[in-house]
C-alpha cells in the first residue's frame, strides 16, 4: 500500500477528508519545524540579539566555535556524563529486573517504588540531591562521616561534579530502563532456558548465552534514548551548578541558553544549537550501528 | 537463602529509591536547625517553611498555570494526534507517505536545533509571556501521531466500513468508534504528554518572564537558584514538596497506566 | 521578557508623546503659534530610589527655572538591566533625549546601533567637561573614532575596608599596602579561634563563582592598581596579557592556597557585616550599609594593595555611570543644556548627599561647596582621594562575556590551582581576542 500511494489515485471520497485531517499538523509542521529549521539555517551566518538588526557575517560564527574552549567542553562533559551514565544506568537497571523477574512477592510495590524518580520532575530531584551533595552538611556526608570516612566534596570538586551528576540522573532515570529490561527479559522465550538446563547449562552461562543477546533491541533502545538524554542534560547542572565548578557540568544545552539569553548571542547559540545536533545524530547512528552489528558471542 | 537475599537486594533499592523522598517530605516539616539529620521525626514539626514558600511566591498561580498549560497540551496532542495518525493509517490521500516520512523524521530532529528559532518565532508574533507561548510548541507531537498511527493500523477494517455505511462522518467515526477501542493508546499519550509537559522547564524559563504567567517547576527553579529562598534548605525543600506532590498523588493512583506507557513509548520509540 | 517589557515601554512612551502633543497643541490653538514653543524632553535617571529622588529634584528645580524647556522624568522598569532596556528602546527608537545611567561597557553597543550623539559636537563641550573632570579622567571615556558620546558622571571606587578590631587583635598596626605586607597580616589574621581545627575567622573572601561582574571586586580593580591604571584594552585591542595580570592572578592563588581566603561561600550573611573576615573590597556605599546594619564595627578605609616593587599613586576600578544623550532626539541643543545643568557643582553636591555616590570631577577636596559634606562623612573622604585614580570599564563590544571568561580563567587559577597564573592569563586573553574577532 505504502509504495504505490503515488498511483493510487484517491479512488473514494475519503481522500479530502484525509487532508482535512492532516491540516493542523501541516500548519503545526510548517511553523514550528519547518520555520524553525530554515531560520536555523539562516542564523548560522549571523550575528544578532534580537534587538538591533542581523548582520551578516559569514563562516564566523562556526570559526569562532571552533576556537572555543567552553564547546569541546560542553562536548567532553557530555562524554563524560555518558561514559559514566549509561553502563551504570545498564548494569542497575539489568540487575534489578532480573530480580523483579523471578517469583516475587510485591513485585508491583518494588516497581511502583524504583519508578517514582521517574515522574517526579526533575528539578525536585535536583532540589534534593543538592542537600544530598552539600559538602558540609549534606546526608551523604554526614552519613560517611558517621561511619569514619572523609568528606566527599561532590560537587565542588571539578573532576568530580559531573559524575556526581550522572549519579543522581541514573537514580532518577533508571526506572525507565527496569521497565524496559523487565519487558525485554519477558519476551525472551521460555523454551530456550528449558532446552539450556536440559543441557546442563548453569545459571550463569544461561544469562550470558540466552538473556544478554536476546535483550539485544532492549539495549539499542536504552543506549540510544540515554545519549539523547545525556545531550539534554539541563535543569541538573542548571540548578545544581550553574555549570561550575570549573565549567566541569556545563552542558550542550545549557552552554546553548547561556549564548542565547544571558549573553543575547542569537546567531551563535542557533550555531551551537546546529553543530550538538549533527553530533548527537552522528552519535546515535554510530551506536545503532555498533551495537546492532557486534558479532554474537 | 537464596530468596533472603534476593529480597533484601530489592529492599535496600526500594529504600535508596524511596527514602530521599520521605526525608524531603519530612525535612520540609521541621525547623531549619534540624534538616539534615537523617532521621524522619522530629518533635518540631511546624508548616513555617510552607507558610513562608506561599508568602514569598505565587505557587497558587504557578499551579493554575501548570494544569491550563498541560492540560491544553495534552487535549491538543491527543485529539490532533489521533486525527493524523487515523489519516495516516486509514485514509488514502496524496502525499500520504511522504508525510509519514516527514513525522519520522521530525521525532528523530534533535530540539537542540530549533529551540533558538522557536523562541524568536515566539518573538516575532509577539506572544512571549503568553500561555499560547507556553504550549505552542507542544500542540502536536510527532511521537503522539505515530503511536497512535501504529495502533490504528491494526482496527478491523469491517467496523470502519460499516461506519461507514451507516452514513458516518470520518470525524465521527475516529471519535465514536475506533477511540473506544483504543483506550490503552489514548492513555498512554495522554499521560506522557501531561507528564512531560508539566515537568518542563527549559521553554517556560525561555518564553515567560512574567511571575504571574510561570509554571510551577519554573517558579521553584527561579526560587531555588535566585536569591529568594535565601539559602534556607527548609523553604527549598517544602517548595520541591509542593511541585512533586500533584504528580506524586496522581501516580499513586495510575501507577500501573504510567509504567506501562512508560515500556510501550519506549519500545516503540 | 525583555520584548514583553519593550512592548510595553514602548506603548507607554507612545502613549505620552501622544498626550504631550495634544498637551503641546492645544495652548496653541486658540492664540495661534505663539513663540511661547514649548520643547519637552525626556530622562532616564537609574532606577534605585535615592537616584529617582534625586532625578526628581533636580528635574522640578529646574522646570521652575526653563519654563520653555520642559523636562519629564522617566524611570527605567526595575525589573530588568538598563543595558536591556536601553537596547530594545534604540531599535524601537523610543530612546530618552537624555539618560544618566549609562554603563560604558555597553556604550560601544549603543553607538554601533546609532543610538547616541557624538557630545563634543557641542562648542562648550571640552570647556565645560574640563572645568569638571580632569582630563586624565576624561580620556578613557573617549570612543576610538575620538569622539565622546558620553560624559562621566559619577562613580564608585573599589577600595579596602579593614576591621580595625581584628587588625588591633593581631598586632597589624596600620593598614596592609604591598602584597607582601597583606600576605603578612593575613597569616595572622586568619584564625582558628575555638580550637577545633576549623578556621573561623578569615583575612578576606570573595565570591568564588565565576560570575562576570564579581570580578570587578577582586581581578579587574586590582589589575589596574598593579598596572598603573591601565584598563583591559588599548584602541580596541585586548591588551592584558602582561605581568600586570599575571601577578593579580598569582596574588590570588596565593590567598586561596595559603586559606587566607574560603573556598566556599558563605551562609547566613555578608562575613563582613558578621566580622568574619578582617578585610573586604568593596565600592562607597557600604559605608552606608555599615553605619545601618553594622554601627558598632570599628573599620577604615584604605587603597587596594599593590605589588612589592609598584611605586606612584594606587588606581583602582570604579563603577562609572555616565550620561548620553540619544539620537532620537530632536533638540539636542536642549538636551545639552540639561546635561550641563546636570553636571553642576550644586548639583554634584546634591548627589553626593543623596546617594552617597562620588561625582567625577577634580576639585572635590578643594571646592568649598563640599567641605561640610565630607566633613560630615569623613570615610567618604577617602573615596573622594581615590576618585582621582579611578578608572571605568572600556568600551568593548561583549565586555560581560570577556569578564565572565576571565572570571572562568580565574576560577582554575586562583580558586582551584589547576592552571598557573600564565597559563590562565594566556588563555583568557586568547578567548577575548575570539569573542572580539567575532565581533568584528
Known amino acids: ?297 | 537463602m537464596k530468596a533472603i537475599a534476593k529480597y533484601a537486594a530489592l529492599g535496600l533499592g526500594a529504600v535508596v529509591f524511596a527514602y530521599p523522598f520521605l526525608w524531603m517530605i519530612a525535612s520540609s516539616l521541621k525547623p531549619e536547625a534540624e534538616i539534615g539529620g537523617f532521621g524522619l521525626w522530629s518533635p518540631h514539626f511546624t508548616l513555617f517553611n510552607y507558610e513562608q514558600v506561599i508568602e514569598r511566591i505565587p505557587l497558587g498561580r504557578a499551579f493554575l498555570n501548570s494544569i491550563i498549560v498541560s492540560l491544553s497540551a495534552t487535549v491538543s496532542v491527543v485529539v490532533f494526534g489521533s486525527m493524523v495518525g487515523y489519516a495516516l493509517a486509514r485514509l488514502q490521500f496524496i502525499g500520504r507517505g511522504t508525510l509519514y516520512a516527514i513525522v519520522v523524521f521530525t521525532m528523530t530532529l534533535p530540539f537542540q536545533i530549533t529551540l533558538i528559532p522557536q523562541y524568536i518565532l515566539m518573538v516575532k508574533l509577539g506572544i512571549t509571556d503568553t500561555y499560547l507561548a507556553l504550549v505552542a510548541p507542544t500542540l502536536m507531537t510527532a511521537f503522539s501521531i505515530i503511536l497512535f498511527r501504529q495502533f490504528f493500523l491494526y482496527v478491523p477494517q469491517a467496523l470502519i466500513d460499516a461506519a461507514r455505511i451507516d452514513g458516518c462522518s470520518e470525524l465521527r467515526i475516529l471519535f465514536r468508534v475506533i477511540w473506544p477501542l483504543s483506550r490503552p493508546v489514548v492513555i498512554t499519550v495522554s499521560l506522557l504528554t501531561f507528564m512531560s509537559s508539566w515537568n518542563e522547564v527549559l521553554w517556560p524559563l525561555i518564553v515567560v518572564r512574567n511571575r504571574s504567567l510561570m509554571t510551577m517547576p519554573q517558579l521553584v527553579t527561579l526560587f531555588t537558584i535566585g536569591g529568594e529562598a535565601e539559602s534556607l534548605l527548609g523553604l527549598q525543600l517544602a517548595a520541591a514538596t509542593l511541585l512533586a506532590l500533584p504528580i506524586i498523588i496522581t501516580y499513586s493512583f495510575f501507577q500501573r497506566y504510567f509504567i506501562e506507557s512508560m515500556a510501550s513509548a519506549g519500545i516503540k520509540g | 521578557m525583555s520584548r514583553g517589557y519593550a512592548r510595553k515601554t514602548l506603548l507607554a512612551v507612545s502613549v505620552c508623546a501622544l498626550m504631550s502633543w495634544i498637551g503641546c497643541n492645544n495652548p496653541r490653538g486658540p492664540e495661534g503659534a505663539g513663540r511661547s514653543e514649548v520643547v519637552e524632553l525626556t530622562y532616564w535617571p537609574a532606577p534605585n530610589p535615592q537616584e529617582v529622588q534625586l532625578a526628581d529634584t533636580l528635574v522640578r528645580r529646574w522646570n521652575r527655572t526653563h519654563p520653555t524647556i520642559q523636562v519629564r522624568m522617566q524611570s527605567i522598569p526595575v525589573s530588568q538591566s538598563t543595558e536591556e532596556v536601553l537596547l530594545a528602546a534604540i531599535a524601537g527608537k523610543t530612546t530618552p533625549d537624555v539618560c544618566s545611567n549609562i554603563w560604558p561597557g555597553a556604550l560601544h553597543e549603543y553607538t554601533r546601533a546609532g543610538g547616541l550623539i557624538p557630545l563634543d559636537q557641542f562648542t562648550d563641550f571640552d570647556s565645560i567637561a574640563l572645568a569638571r573632570t580632569p582630563r586624565d579622567l576624561l580620556e578613557p571615556f573617549r570612543s576610538e573614532d575620538g569622539h565622546y558620546y558620553q560624559i562621566p558622571w559619577k562613580t564608585n571606587p573599589v577600595m579596602m575596608f579593614y576591621n580595625l578590631r581584628m587588625f588591633e587583635e593581631v598586632g597589624v598596626a596600620k593598614a596592609p599596602r604591598t602584597y607582601s605586607e597583606f600576605f603578612a597580616a593575613a597569616k595572622k589574621l586568619t584564625r582558628d579561634l575555638d580550637g577545633d581545627g576549623q578556621i573561623d575567622v578569615w583575612a578576606g573572601e570573595r565570591d568564588i563563582r565565576p560570575i562576570w561582574w564579581q570580578r570587578l571586586f577582586d581581578f579587574y580593580p586590582f589589575y589596574i592598581a598593579a598596572s598603573g591604571g591601565k584598563t583591559l584594552f588599548k584602541s580596541g585591542e585586548p591588551d592584558f596579557n602582561d605581568d600586570a595580570a599575571r601577578i593579580v592572578f598569582q596574588f590570588f592563588q596565593e590567598c586561596y592556597q595559603q586559606n587566607y581566603f574560603p573556598h566556599t561561600y558563605f551562609q547566613g550573611g555578608d562575613p563582613f557585616l558578621l566580622e568574619k573576615k578582617a578585610t573586604h573590597f568593596s565600592g562607597p556605599w557600604e559605608v552606608a550599609t555599615l553605619h545601618s546594619l553594622a554601627p558598632h564595627i570599628r573599620y577604615d578605609v584604605a587603597p587596594l594593595p599593590v605589588p612589592d616593587d609598584y611605586a606612584g599613586p594606587v588606581y583602582t576600578s570604579g563603577d562609572y555611570k555616565n550620561i548620553g544623550v540619544f539620537g532620537t532626539t530632536k533638540h539636542p541643543r536642549e538636551a545639552w543644556e540639561f546635561v550641563k545643568y546636570l553636571l553642576q557643582a550644586e548639583h554634584d553636591l546634591l548627589l553626593l548627599l543623596t546617594t552617597n555616590q562620588i561625582p567625577v570631577r577634580g576639585d572635590l577636596l578643594t571646592n568649598p561647596l563640599f567641605a561640610e559634606y565630607f566633613r560630615q562623612n569623613s570615610k567618604m573622604v577617602r573615596f573622594a582621594e581615590q576618585a582621582v585614580s579611578t578608572r571605568g570599564v572600556d568600551a568593548a563590544p561583549d565586555l560581560k562575556e570577556i569578564l565572565d571568561a576571565i572570571s572562568q580563567e580565574y576560577e582554575a587559577c586562583a580558586v582551584y590551582g589547576k592552571k598557573t597564573p600564565t597559563e590562565a592569563v594566556n588563555d583568557a586573553f586568547r578567548r577575548t581576542k575570539v569573542i572580539v574577532e567575532w565581533n568584528k
Open chain 1, 1 to 297: 500500500m505504502k509504495s504505490f500511494w503515488l498511483f493510487n489515485l484517491p479512488r473514494h471520497r475519503y481522500a479530502k477528508t484525509g487532508y482535512w485531517f492532516v491540516l493542523p499538523y501541516v500548519v503545526f509542521f510548517g511553523g514550528f519545524v519547518a520555520y524553525p529549521l530554515i531560520f536555523s539555517f539562516i542564523l548560522l551566518f549571523h550575528r544578532w540579539n534580537i534587538v538591533t538588526p542581523m548582520e551578516w557575517i559569514g563562516l564566523k560564527n562556526f570559526e569562532r566555535l571552533l576556537n572555543d574552549p567552553l564547546f569541546f567542553k560542553a562536548i567532553l562533559n557530555t562524554l563524560k556524563f555518558l561514559l559514566i551514565h549509561i553502563p551504570l544506568q545498564m548494569i542497575i537497571a539489568l540487575g534489578i529486573a532480573v530480580l523483579l523477574n523471578s517469583k516475587l512477592k510485591f513485585r508491583g510495590f518494588f516497581r511502583a517504588v524504583f519508578f517514582l524518580p521517574v515522574v517526579v520532575s526533575g528539578v525536585v530531584v535536583t532540589i534534593l540531591w543538592q542537600q544530598l551533595y552539600a559538602f558540609d552538611s549534606g546526608l551523604l556526608n554526614r552519613m560517611l562521616t558517621a561511619v569514619g570516612f572523609g568528606r566527599v566534596p561532590w560537587l565542588i570538586d571539578p573532576d568530580m561534579a559531573m559524575l556526581s551528576i550522572a549519579l543522581m540522573a541514573t537514580w532518577k532515570n533508571v526506572g525507565i530502563y527496569i521497565i524496559l529490561f523487565l519487558v525485554g527479559l519477558q519476551d525472551v522465550p521460555r523454551e530456550l532456558y528449558e532446552s539450556a538446563s536440559i543441557d546442563g547449562a548453569t545459571r550463569a552461562r544461561q544469562f550470558f548465552r540466552i538473556t544478554l543477546p536476546m535483550l539485544r533491541p532492549t539495549f539499542v533502545v536504552v543506549v540510544v534514548l540515554s545519549t539523547i538524554g545525556g545531550f539534554s542534560l539541563f535543569v541538573e547542572p542548571y540548578v545544581l551548578t550553574g555549570g561550575g565548578p570549573m565549567e566541569s557540568t556545563l552542558s550542550a544545552v545549557l552552554y546553548i541558553y547561556n549564548q542565547a539569553f544571558y549573553f543575547n548571542h542569537m546567531g551563535y547559540a542557533a550555531t551551537l544549537g546546529f553543530v550538538f545536533a549533527l553530533i548527537i545524530l552522528g552519535v546515535v547512528l554510530l551506536q545503532r550501528k555498533v551495537i546492532e552489528t557486534e558479532p554474537t558471542t
